[in-house]
């Protein structure tokens, strides 16, 4: 079974805070995403990776930012948290071909934010 | 207009009920369609893919409709478990990256 990681589940954090959350999976996968997700807006993409320090905008990037070093593990950081951040952050991870299995995407159990 | 509409709901049905969904999309050129489950405080995972011709998974039937664009979801002998909201997602690129998914509809399976 793939399994994506994410290893922080509940935090809180404080306003101007500097915040990482970590996302790794096991299946040697391309593509890995990091969303949020919010009550009547639904998932948003903040940014997605298709290889090793390589990433690529979403549609809400402003205020955060990517790392990938290795290719199972993609970061995501709040460089100065803000109460607006407050969310459910989701990592996902998929194989980069269309068709098939190729677009299944999987995701990890969620970060909670909380930024006070 | 969004790229793609789903009706919220909540959709209350009986334990045993068919109940179906729809999710109207944008873009004509959109290139593969998808319906994921997402059940409370949970991620979404993959309830299943939508082809052209139609697609059965147990009590679950999917189809699609380019010419109206639309993908529906049919769920028959509705279960307990069944209960989640359905997320709506479509493919706009050859590759992962233009995923534009919808609110989903939320679905309560009552017994």
């Known amino acids: 079974d793939v399994k994506v990681t994410q290893s922080s589940r509940y935090l809180v954090k404080r306003t101007g805070e500097k915040v990482f959350l970590e996302c790794v999976q096991d299946?040697?996968?391309?593509?890995m995403f990091w969303y949020r997700q919010d009550p009547g807006l639904g998932l948003r993409l903040i940014y997605f990776?298709?290889?090793?320090?390589?990433?690529e905008k979403g549609d809400i990037p402003e205020g955060y930012s990517v790392s990938r070093e290795k290719k199972e593990r993609f970061s995501l950081i709040l460089e100065s948290a803000s109460t607006n951040q407050t969310s459910m952050y989701l990592c996902?991870?998929?194989?980069?071909?269309?068709?098939?299995?190729?677009?299944?995407?999987?995701f990890g159990e969620g970060s909670w934010l909380t930024v006070v | 207009r969004k790229e793609v509409e789903q009706d919220p709901g909540p959709f209350n049905v009986p334990e045993g009920a068919t109940v179906a969904f729809n999710c109207t999309y944008s873009n004509s050129a959109s290139q593969s369609f998808f319906w994921y489950r997402q059940d409370c405080r949970k991620e979404p995972k993959l309830l299943m893919s939508v082809y052209s011709s139609g697609n059965e998974d147990g009590r679950f039937t999917a189809q699609l409709n380019r010419a109206s664009q639309y993908i529906s979801l049919l769920i028959r002998d509705s279960k307990l478990s069944d209960s989640a909201t359905y997320l709506c997602v479509v493919n706009n690129a050859g590759n992962n990256r233009k995923l534009i998914w919808g609110l989903g509809t939320s679905l309560a399976v009552n017994p």
């Open positions: 299946m040697d996968h391309e593509n």
């Open positions: 996902a991870s998929s194989l980069p071909r269309t068709g098939g299995s190729g677009n299944t995407i999987y």
């Open positions: 990776s298709y290889d090793v320090k390589m990433k």
